[in-house]
């Protein structure tokens, strides 16, 4: 057998007696007497010597248990500090690439007129601020140039004008046909050049609002244009957003303002820094996801829009006191871990626990910073410990009694029958007495014969039966084996069983008979190593 299935049986015996244990205990909660724990297992439950030596422990105070250095080699007990140190977690994702919407400009014609000269002709031009887009003719304008330059003149002949009401109005005017100049997007350096010049141009020049790329164009040279009409698009990519999802039970390690990062497949090696801008207020209703947007800086315009992405979220958790992941072992309703006391001892203590960061938990309760415990096979230990409080506490139950020790300790008015070591076994069933044996007389992990011998109400041998034993191990889990008996010389029936391993065993023998109700008998057997 190799020493993985060994293991693993061993693990499955060991939680199997604890929770039939576990469960008598709690069962007789009632009685007013509490459970005394204390004592020697082997001493006051029968003798469980062969069970310790499997899985290498043995019980030293309730709940704690003892591994020999030789055992935490063999199971892989390693231990770990409990320590003060920096907690980050990285949230891993992906998302795709989407222009910052605050940087989009839509440029719209503030007049009626027909487009004269177009210099941005197609769509994806990269645009500068106050570049030239187009030029447009537009009656209304020639018009409000021609006003302008009237108030202008107006203005220049009455500036000396004794009436102080005169000079005003003048100014007024002047003003008026400015601002509305203004506000059809003339620049302050046209108007200027208007009034220089001193006559009104047919077509005027509008310029580019800000800097980006044009991602969409609706105009050509000789079209008419309204004001309602969206003439250019214009997007500035230095900065871009990155759209990414994140699931629920990540919502509360996410801020606004914390460090992200982003690469590609097509610029592999190289990472772009970016930050937390915006969480969403609402879970998508089918992926039960929530969208966090990422900004990143973009020099050189690699980053472009609809492009995948893979995002990383750093979470700095600050130092915390922690302990690995694999340190703690979560039942559901309480979390464990196990304190190395030396000289081999493990003591288990509950512990509260915060987040899970990179593998580590923050400790909130239960741990001090500086102590050891065991990092891995915790799940062995818990086995064994909850194995030793068991039968501590049942062992210091009132009216418990053993065979041949009746009015001693044990539960009341209830025989704890004492393993079979080795020897024949009789047993009357119906009309016939069933004697069981085995070669050697004490059986041993391996192969063994089972022997036997039936004889009827009269003392004469049976010898025309078929006989089945079917054997297997008293723990949960474990698949029974099926052997046919051959009648030998001596009147005997006989088996090959092999017993694989120490421990008790259930011998379960079947008896048929042409005519005759079948007959079946259990008996147990301990096999020695």
Same mark, same amino acid.
């Not at 957003?241 to 606004?256: F, G, H, Q, S, T």
């Not at 046919?484 to 088996?495: Q, T």
């Given at each position: 057998m190799t020493f993985v299935k060994t293991l693993k049986v061993t693990a499955l015996l060991i939680l199997g007696l604890a929770l039939f244990a576990s469960g008598y205990f709690w069962g007789l909660k009632g009685n007013k007497e509490p459970p005394t724990a204390g004592g020697s297992v082997a001493?006051?439950?029968?003798?469980?010597?062969?069970?310790?030596?499997?899985?290498?422990?043995?019980?030293?105070?309730?709940?704690?248990?003892?591994?020999?250095p030789e055992k935490q080699q063999l199971?892989?007990?390693?231990?770990?500090?409990?320590?003060?140190?920096?907690?980050?977690?990285?949230?891993?994702?992906?998302?795709?690439?989407?222009?910052?919407?605050?940087?989009?400009?839509?440029?719209h014609s503030k007049i009626d007129g027909w487009i004269e000269k177009l210099y941005v002709d197609y769509t994806g031009k990269l645009v500068e601020k106050g570049q030239p887009l187009f030029t447009i =003719?537009?009656?209304? @304008?020639?018009?409000?140039? &021609?006003?302008?330059? $009237?108030? *202008?003149?107006?203005?220049?002949?009455?500036?000396?004008?004794?009436?102080?009401?005169?000079?005003?109005?003048?100014?007024?005017?002047?003003?008026?046909?400015?601002?509305?100049?203004?506000?059809?997007?003339?620049s302050e350096k046209q108007i200027h050049e208007l009034g220089e010049q001193g006559k009104p141009q047919k077509t005027l020049t509008l310029y580019a609002p800000n800097s980006g790329f044009v991602l969409k164009k609706d105009i050509n040279e000789g079209m008419k244009v309204m004001p309602d009409r969206e003439l250019?698009?214009?997007?500035?990519?230095?900065?871009?957003?990155?759209?990414?999802?994140?699931?629920? =039970?990540?919502?509360? @390690?996410?801020?606004?303002? &914390?460090?992200?990062? $982003?690469? *590609?497949?097509?610029?592999?090696?190289?990472?772009f820094n970016g930050k937390v801008t915006y969480l969403y207020p609402y879970l998508d209703e089918k992926t039960r996801t929530l969208k966090v947007r990422l900004e990143f800086p973009n020099p050189g315009f690699k980053l472009k829009p609809d492009m995948y992405v893979n995002a990383e979220i750093k979470v700095d958790g600050g130092r915390q006191v922690a302990v690995p992941g694999e340190a703690v072992l979560d039942s559901g309703l309480r979390k464990i871990a196990f304190v190395d006391k030396g000289?081999?001892?493990?003591?288990?203590?509950?512990?509260?626990?915060?987040?899970?960061?990179?593998?580590? =938990?923050q400790v909130l309760s239960g741990l001090q910073e500086g102590?050891?415990?065991a990092a891995s096979s915790v799940f062995l230990l818990d086995s064994e410990s909850r194995l030793s409080e068991a039968m501590g506490a049942m062992a210091g139950m009132p009216g418990m009694e053993k065979e041949g020790t009746q009015g001693k300790e044990g539960m009341k008015g209830m025989k704890m029958d004492a393993p079979v070591k080795g020897g024949p076994q009789e047993k009357k069933v119906q009309d016939l007495t069933l004697l069981l044996s085995t070669q050697a007389e004490k059986p041993k992990a391996g192969e063994n014969i089972v022997r036997l011998k039936i004889t009827d109400k009269a003392g004469k041998l049976v010898k025309d039966a078929q006989v089945s034993f079917i054997y297997q191990m008293t723990m949960p889990g474990m698949a029974p084996s099926k052997a046919?008996?051959?009648?030998?010389?001596?009147?005997?029936?006989?088996?090959k069983a092999n017993l694989a391993m120490a421990g008790e065993w259930e011998v379960h023998v079947v008896v048929r008979r042409a005519g005759q109700k079948e007959v079946q008998e259990k008996f147990r057997l301990v096999a020695q190593e």
């Open positions: 001493a006051d439950v029968g003798n469980t010597k062969g069970m310790e030596s499997m899985a290498g422990m043995e019980s030293v105070t309730p709940g704690t248990v003892m591994v020999s199971i892989g007990v390693r231990t770990a500090l409990v320590e003060r140190r920096p907690l980050v977690q990285s949230i891993r994702t992906v998302g795709t690439i989407t222009y910052d919407e605050t940087k989009l400009t839509r440029v =003719y537009s009656p209304d @304008l020639l018009a409000t140039q &021609q006003e302008y330059l $009237l108030a *202008l003149k107006s203005h220049e002949r009455l500036a000396t004008s004794s009436i102080p009401e005169v000079r005003s109005a003048t100014a007024s005017l002047v003003e008026a046909s400015k601002k509305r100049l203004s506000l059809w997007d003339i250019y698009t214009i997007a500035d990519l230095s900065t871009v957003w990155v759209n990414v999802d994140i699931y629920e =039970y990540e919502i509360p @390690l996410v801020k606004m303002g &914390q460090q992200a990062a $982003l690469s *590609l497949s097509y610029y592999p090696g190289q990472v000289g081999g001892h493990f003591e288990p203590r509950e512990v509260k626990l915060g987040a899970k960061m990179d593998g580590y =938990y102590e050891k415990i046919g008996g051959r009648l030998s010389r001596d009147g005997f029936y006989e088996a």
